[in-house]
């Protein structure tokens, strides 16, 4: 049972990492492109689905199609074989078959000669697989325990957040002030509630509340919960902590952009401004607590907004139709069964990352 678990979340793995980096190449050239936010950022559903859906439908077009080493039934038929021994036992003459053979297990029987061949696979064999059995074992205990682990981490930092905002000041909208933590940020799941600092101007309440309400009405603090969810299930590759990275980061940087277009490009020095005292006044504005949001990543924040114009018509058709030729590609099956290579690959790719 954990045996298969294992090999499944290793074929999984290997697969949305293959994808995961042919979408942030594409993300990367059509950035390059000036195609808009809001579409790189819809790029991370297909990365998504990949880490959570190993069943798709089957395509010619499949990305995996290429990957086409699978052994054939028949070939397989002949490696087991070799690895076999076969005993002869006589069976009487008298017992009636109604076919040529018959086979029961791993007992095979010729009726012309009346023998029984038994097909007992050789010692060193079954010791062989029964050793894999046991380290497969032992590697997903060792997974599920990390999975265990960093939920547990997610669920204590949030309780111990929650109670270091306990006696916050209710302020005049949906937000609360108080001097226990050293960022503002949005905490909540059914109902998120926005935590501001002291001490902070009016333009600096009005910029931060508009960028934290974005995040609430765009329901970020839902769509966190989730990538960090698949982040503990993936923990085991170490890509999967660099894409949860990226994903925070474009959310970040997309709630800014939604941000500026409901202030105006008036307030846009002003929103930068208040971004920079923020992080000078917090020098340490992470927080514990990985499902909540929290004001960090100024610098690229800042260079993002500086380079910030719309996106053109023409690019965003022509960025939007390359998106779904790439989610078509990327999320469709070939048309045979497994992948054992992607697997290989997998561990090579860990191998290297770690």
Sequence with gaps: MLSNLFFSLLK???MATIVAVIVLALKYVLKKCGASRKLLFSLWIIIALRFVCPNFIESNFSLFNIFDN????EDQIIINNNHANITTT???????????NAITDNTVVNTETKDIQTIIPSESIVKEQSNKLEITEILMIVWIAGSSGMI???????????KTVMFAVKGDGNYYETDMIST?????????????TLNL??????????HE??????????????????????????????????????????????????????NKVGYMESLVNLASKNRK???????AFSENNTEKRVKNMIKYKKSGIIISFIALVVCIIVAAICLTNKNKHEIQILQKIYIVIIMLCW
């Design 70 to 73: 699978q052994i054939s039934e």
């Design 12 to 14: 999984i793995n290997a």
């Design 152 to 162: 547990l981490y997610a669920l204590i930092s949030y309780l111990k957040l929650k």
């Design 285 to 291: 504005n992470i927080l514990p607590c990985p499902i």
């Design 184 to 196: 503002p940020c949005v905490l909540g799941i059914i109902r998120p509630k926005i935590y501001l």
């Design 201 to 210: 101007t009016e333009k600096e309440k009005k910029y931060i509340l508009t």
């Design 90 to 100: 006589f069976i009487p003459t008298d017992i009636d078959f109604n076919t040529d």
């Design 213 to 266: 309400n974005t995040h609430i009405k765009r329901k970020d603090y839902f769509t966190k919960l989730i990538a960090y969810i698949i982040l503990t299930i993936h923990w085991v590759n170490p890509i999967s902590w660099f894409l949860f990275k990226m994903f925070v980061n474009d959310m970040e940087m997309l709630c800014d952009e939604e941000s500026l277009k409901k202030l105006g490009k008036e």
